[in-house]
């Protein structure tokens, strides 16, 4: 088969990285283990870009949030993944929340169906010596090209622990004593359902956390946890209401049967289109699958739940992307191969499919033989790129979501209320002027 570009990794990078090239008239070949009889620890199927771990792209919100407004330029850059993020769509109030199933079809779908992209099913083991290749096999790397990986880059692959959450079954929560309401009532929907806790709920609660039996992996001694993915008995270590101001935070939220906020409360978000499958929210772990059954049967309402799917733990890999990547995210010892997604140091689904959307424009300029600029800092995707290939001190990078202090200060004396405001809208502009400029 005679294509343009290799992507190794059908997930979120390389899946957008493929509909990119694909819709620059490249031909690609997408190589994807799953389906070819590998697996991953985390993976559920071989659907492409699969949601393993939340089923949110977080806040929809382009006027004042950092990943809102990296939706909105990846929109404005025909990225598949916002596509079918809309397409398949669930309640979530201001964030974008996916039926996950759902999604990973039509984003497989899509691919499947474009005459310049071939789907193959294989374990790539090496890394190729030659030919434009995007490596976007994420955190889950196979060990074999790991391995490889390592060698090419000429220094140790770094990690960090991500955290999943269950999944429960809509039919078994106890509406009687759950009830609809949005995040900390934050808007007019009611899409999360909400489990009330007194204060001795709580601190039971709590105290099963702390002594409930846990996962060990000692083979990854010394791995940190991604602070924004934290298991939530490790935030509990913490201490006795730290969860009470984190995923467990009562604020705004007045139970039905009182009229008051409750001493604690766990939300759980709609998880796929029918609304038969909710996860709860902030609840990654890596108790053992007995302890979670046990444990979370002791919040209100979830006494008799049904799990889809347990928490679990995996563990991440990512490379020093500022000390080898250059601009335009090639590895600079072996400039025919770029990276994209997770293993670049990105954080977050949106954040890894905006790697790969660059990863793919920039293989797509070369290979019409003209060069293709960043997108300025200002901006969040090149906030983020700026923040992979360059900002950051290789010694002590660390994964990252796209935020606003990725971005210059915005200069002079201003109101902190209105920031976030200033941040955007000195984003738009500074992307429609690099749109202007690239489409001459």
Same mark, same amino acid.
């Given at each position: 088969?005679?294509?343009?570009?290799?992507?190794?990794?059908?997930?979120?990078?390389?899946?957008?990285?493929?509909?990119?090239?694909? /819709?620059?008239?490249?031909? @690609?070949?997408?190589?994807? *283990?799953?389906?070819?009889?590998?697996?991953?620890?985390?993976?559920?199927?071989?659907?492409?870009?699969?949601?393993?771990?939340? !089923?949110?792209?977080?806040?929809?919100?382009?006027?004042? !949030?950092? @990943?809102? $407004?990296?939706?909105?330029?990846?929109?404005? %850059?025909?990225?598949?993944? *916002?596509?079918? #993020?809309?397409?398949?769509?669930?309640?979530?109030?201001?964030?974008?929340?996916?039926?996950?199933? #759902? &999604?990973?079809?039509?984003?497989?779908?899509?691919?499947?169906?474009?005459? !310049?992209?071939? +789907?193959?099913?294989?374990?790539?083991?090496?890394?190729?010596?030659?030919?434009?290749?995007?490596?976007?096999?994420?955190? $889950?790397?196979?060990?074999?090209?790991?391995?490889?990986?390592?060698?090419?880059?000429?220094?140790?692959?770094?990690?960090?622990?991500?955290?999943?959450?269950?999944?429960?079954?809509?039919?078994?929560?106890?509406?009687? /004593?759950?009830?609809?309401?949005?995040?900390?009532?934050?808007?007019? #929907?009611?899409?999360?359902?909400?489990?009330? *806790? !007194?204060?001795?709920?709580?601190?039971?609660?709590?105290?099963?956390?702390?002594?409930?039996?846990?996962?060990?992996?000692?083979?990854?001694?010394?791995?940190?946890? &991604?602070?924004?993915?934290?298991? +939530?008995? @490790?935030?509990?270590?913490?201490?006795?209401?730290?969860?009470?101001?984190?995923? *467990?935070?009562?604020?705004?939220?007045?139970?039905?049967?009182?009229?008051?906020?409750?001493?604690?409360?766990?939300?759980?978000?709609?998880?796929?289109?029918?609304?038969?499958?909710?996860?709860?929210?902030?609840?990654?772990?890596?108790?053992?699958?007995?302890? /979670?059954?046990?444990?979370?049967?002791?919040?209100?309402?979830?006494?008799?739940?049904?799990?889809?799917?347990?928490?679990?733990?995996?563990?991440?890999?990512?490379?020093?992307?500022?000390? %080898?990547?250059?601009?335009?995210?090639?590895?600079?010892?072996?400039?025919?191969?770029? &990276?994209?997604?997770?293993?670049?140091?990105?954080? #977050?689904?949106?954040?890894?499919?905006?790697?790969?959307?660059?990863?793919?424009?920039?293989?797509?300029?070369?290979?019409?033989?003209?060069?293709?600029?960043?997108?300025?800092?200002?901006?969040?995707?090149?906030? $983020?790129?700026?923040? +992979?290939?360059?900002?950051?001190?290789?010694?002590?990078?660390?994964?990252?979501?796209?935020? &606003?202090?990725?971005?210059?200060?915005?200069?002079?004396?201003?109101?902190?209320?209105?920031?976030?405001?200033?941040?955007?809208?000195?984003?738009?502009?500074?992307?429609?002027?690099?749109?202007?400029?690239?489409?001459?």
């Amino acid at each position: 088969m005679q294509y343009d570009v290799h992507i190794i990794g059908g997930g979120l990078a390389g899946s957008e990285a493929a509909w990119q090239l694909a /819709q620059a008239g490249a031909k @690609v070949r997408l190589s994807e *283990m799953r389906g070819g009889g590998d697996t991953t620890p985390a993976h559920q199927g071989d659907s492409l870009a699969e949601l393993v771990c939340s !089923n949110s792209f977080r806040s929809d919100d382009a006027e004042s !949030n950092a @990943v809102g $407004l990296l939706h909105a330029e990846m929109r404005a %850059l025909g990225s598949l993944i *916002m596509a079918k #993020g809309d397409e398949h769509k669930v309640p979530a109030g201001s964030a974008l929340a996916v039926d996950r199933d #759902g &999604f990973s079809a039509g984003v497989t779908a899509a691919l499947d169906a474009h005459p !310049n992209i071939t +789907i193959v099913r294989e374990r790539v083991d090496t890394l190729p010596e030659q030919g434009m290749t995007i490596v976007a096999t994420g955190p $889950l790397t196979a060990p074999a090209l790991a391995g490889d990986i390592g060698g090419a880059t000429g220094a140790e692959a770094l990690a960090f622990f991500d955290a999943i959450a269950p999944i429960v079954h809509f039919e078994s929560i106890d509406m009687e /004593q759950a009830w609809f309401q949005s995040r900390w009532n934050k808007g007019d #929907g009611k899409d999360y359902i909400n489990c009330a *806790m !007194n204060r001795e709920q709580y601190e039971a609660f709590h105290a099963g956390l702390m002594a409930g039996e846990k996962a060990e992996f000692r083979e990854w001694e010394n791995v940190p946890y &991604f602070e924004g993915c934290m298991p +939530i008995e @490790v935030m509990a270590e913490r201490g006795l209401d730290t969860l009470r101001f984190g995923p *467990m935070k009562p604020v705004g939220l007045d139970d039905p049967r009182t009229g008051r906020w409750p001493h604690a409360v766990v939300q759980l978000r709609q998880d796929n289109a029918t609304g038969t499958l909710w996860n709860i929210v902030g609840f990654q772990t890596k108790l053992k699958h007995g302890e /979670q059954v046990r444990l979370f049967r002791t919040i209100p309402g979830l006494e008799n739940a049904e799990f889809a799917r347990l928490g679990g733990l995996h563990r991440n890999t990512f490379i020093r992307s500022p000390e %080898l990547l250059d601009p335009t995210l090639r590895l600079k010892a072996r400039p025919h191969l770029r &990276f994209a997604g997770q293993m670049t140091g990105c954080e #977050g689904y949106v954040e890894s499919a905006a790697v790969g959307l660059m990863a793919g424009r920039f293989a797509a300029a070369e290979l019409a033989g003209r060069t293709l600029g960043s997108p300025p800092v200002e901006t969040a995707l090149g906030a $983020l790129l700026h923040h +992979i290939t360059g900002a950051a001190v290789a010694e002590t990078y660390q994964p990252m979501n796209v935020n &606003f202090g990725l971005m210059p200060p915005i200069p002079g004396r201003t109101k902190k209320a209105d920031r976030k405001k200033l941040y955007t809208a000195r984003a738009r502009d500074a992307f429609a002027d690099w749109r202007a400029l690239t489409a001459a």
